[in-house]
């Protein structure tokens, strides 16, 4: 007993000792951002630890992109944004108060901001400014730049929005701080998270353009914009082609995040509307230098081309120890046909992932049965401790099988899988009030026959489906796929126009206030969101803010596997499969830093182009790379 009170005196001592130092150093500015631990480069941050810091710059990286584009503004829901703008972050035009660390997960390391800084109730963030961040045409960036993005970013764009939600406004401190307000305390994430905020020119959008009309920021454009960032547009053909010019002054290259990186003088992005004439003309060279490949079979049955065999293009497969992504057949909840669970569960037993990664995959996939897959997030046995705990709160609004059941995906392990299988499916149509007749899935009552389309846009995607459409024509599901252009596709998306899609969520080390955008019911009516499924939960909603302001680590992880264990048994989506590795084929005009960053794989903006090896392809290639 004695041994014991000491133990536990010492545990509380630390605990509270823990506290204490939490809060004084609550309100301390902070030069990295962690939500987890420390990073590993502490307070001596020069440069990432894989880059080569005396990268040669020069060169042209080439790359294709499938679809069209017909706007340089990234946050809007209207358009097709071109290559190198995205709807999250800066992309290649914008820099944002903090950069995400490419080789630790949920950590920030400074950019337009060079600090930060919280009380311990988490009511609020300061940010302070670089005092030589500048726009390209040498104007400073400003806090007024900061509050006037902040208002818009959360205005106009459906991610942000949902981002900042509990970020009730920003006001200027000082020429150099800008402080952002909270409607709620304890939202531990939202503090550092304030710096993946894009900071846009306010002056810029604010004026006219060279005809004297007012530019209009929450409408499309293609008048090139202005930017902070290593890259400016130098030109572009509508729709087709644009290419980027590394801007030689850039504020930022010294900075420890940027050393090494940003290398290419240009990078041109050319569009093709076809998936097989991206591949020919990567394979021919001088349009598309390094190829990300998703293809199990291309990755092992296409790559023989002669420009291989010489060793002009290499293959690689890079490892990663990031979270991996949800990717599934996303069911469409605004469609009636998917709003009862025991058919959205019924159309998960006709997905045979075993066959497919055998017969299709050559192996390389392994089966998605998370939405947090690879981390310790993911549910797992049957909830317990803390988890179960929260999931007692809402046991009446739950599957009673949630607390009884492990959650298992079927298995097709032998001949007789199929059959057991499809039945388990027929079982639960007919409990949802649906029955075979003629060979057809109808309603029981009406007669209406279960009909859905899966939406896709590559010849990926109807490999992934074929064999899945097939086991569901065997118990009378009519679904049928069809392909579009990658433009069409992105529209259809952003407004919900599909009844199944085959989408991907990925998720960090340290989930937050993203889930909104994710999973709540807000997100299911605002177009552009990642709720694909059109989820409508009061319960998910509560445990996504359980989450959000999750009291410290253990409890956040217990709230995880929560939300984790109600999304899986809802059976909004039916999972398909990942790989931990990323795969790449790239010509071979590069030179790679020997180490890579596992977390991301690979991080290709610390390559750079090596002219003699450059020169070589292209007098063999005929100009060619």
Known sequence: MTVGRTVLRSLLAAALLTAELQAAHADEWRTTSSLIGPSKYGDKFQHYDYVNPDAPKGGTYNSVQLG????????????????????????????????QATDEGSVSHPLIADAYKYPDDYSSATYRLDPRAKWH??????????????????????????????????????????????????????PKILGDLAVLPKHWWEGTDANGKKRDVTKPTLEVPLGSAAYKIASFKPGSEVVWQRVPDYWAAKLPVKIGRENFDTERFTYILDDNAAWQAFT??????????????????????????????????????????????????????????????????????????????????????????????????????????????????LPPELFTQEFKLPVYDSPQAERKYLKQAVDLFAQAGWVIKGGKMVNAKTGEPFKFEILGTNDTDQVI????????????????????????????????????????????????????????????????????????????????????????RDDLVAATHALDRVLLWNYYVVPQYYRAVVWLAYWNKFGIPAKQPSYRGADTDSWWIDPEKEKALAAKYKGGN
Do not use: C
């Open 284 to 397: 021919k060279g001088g349009f598309d230098d390094i190829k990300p490949e998703n293809s199990s079979k291309r990755w092992k049955t296409f790559y023989d081309f002669p420009a291989v065999k010489a060793g002009d293009v290499i293959k690689h497969e890079f490892k990663t120890t990031s979270p991996e992504p949800m990717q599934a057949f996303m069911l469409n909840q605004r469609r009636p046909l998917f709003q009862d669970r025991l058919v959205r569960a019924a159309l998960t037993y006709p997905f045979d992932f075993e066959t497919m990664n055998r017969t299709l995959f050559f192996g390389f996939n392994t089966r998605t049965s998370s939405y947090f897959q690879g981390t310790e997030l993911a549910s797992s046995g049957l909830p317990r401790g803390k988890e179960l705990e929260i999931l007692e709160q809402y046991r009446d609004k």
């Open 68 to 99: 069209t584009f017909d706007s340089f503004n990234p946050y809007i829901v209207q358009g097709s944004p071109a290559a190198g703008l995205v709807g999250f972050g800066g992309g290649l035009l914008y820099d944002t108060l903090m950069d």
């Open 137 to 190: 045409d040498g104007q400073p960036i400003t806090v007024d730049d900061v509050i006037w993005s902040f208002q818009v970013l959360k205005a106009n764009s459906p991610q942000y929005s949902r981002y900042f939600e509990n970020v009730t406004d920003a006001v200027a401190i000082s020429d150099r701080e800008v402080e952002f307000h909270f409607n709620q305390k304890g939202n531990r994430e939202l």
């Open 465 to 552: 489906s074929s064999p899945y459409i097939a086991n569901l024509r065997k118990i009378g599901v009519d679904a049928t796929l069809r392909l579009i252009d990658q433009t069409q596709y992105i529209n259809r998306v952003n407004n919900f126009d599909y009844d199944v899609i085959i989408g991907q969520l990925g998720q960090s080390e340290s989930p937050g206030n993203e889930q909104r955008d994710f999973w709540s019911s807000k997100a299911a009516d605002a177009s552009g969101s990642r709720n694909y499924s059109g989820i409508k939960n009061p319960v998910v909603d509560a445990l996504v803010d359980r989450i959000i302001f999750a009291t410290d």
